[in-house]
């Protein structure tokens, strides 16, 4: 996705923030995103010599990664779940 996108690559730091609008009402809790952001965030960096990745970045440390806290949004009437990145970074 990150190439369809046509990402930048080997930048020096990003912040990624994970969005998610529930199908219904019940409760969410954030906490239970991260698990859902850090396959993502690790697809994102480098990887290594022998399971690269993408490289939007050296490497997913805060150092070049920031990762806040996930967003529910209020479900929509009539719109199904979503769930979707917000990649921003200093030119």
């Known amino acids: 996705m990150a190439r369809a996108a046509q990402l930048p690559r080997g930048l020096a730091h990003v912040t990624v923030l994970l969005h998610y609008r529930p199908p219904d009402n019940r409760r969410r809790d954030t906490d239970n995103l991260v698990a859902t952001l850090?396959?993502?965030?690790?697809?994102?960096?480098?990887?290594?010599?022998?399971?690269?990745?993408?490289g939007l970045v050296p490497d997913d440390i805060p150092r070049h990664m920031a990762k806040p806290e996930p967003v529910i949004h209020e479900p929509e009437r009539?719109?199904?779940?979503?769930?979707?990145?917000?990649?921003?970074?200093e030119a």
């Not at 850090?38 to 993408?54: F, N, Q, S, W």
């Not at 199904?80 to 917000?86: N, V």
């Open 38 to 54: 850090k396959p993502a965030c690790d697809g994102l960096a480098a990887g290594t010599r022998t399971h690269p990745d993408y």
């Open 78 to 89: 009539g719109k199904p779940g979503a769930l979707w990145l917000e990649i921003t970074w």
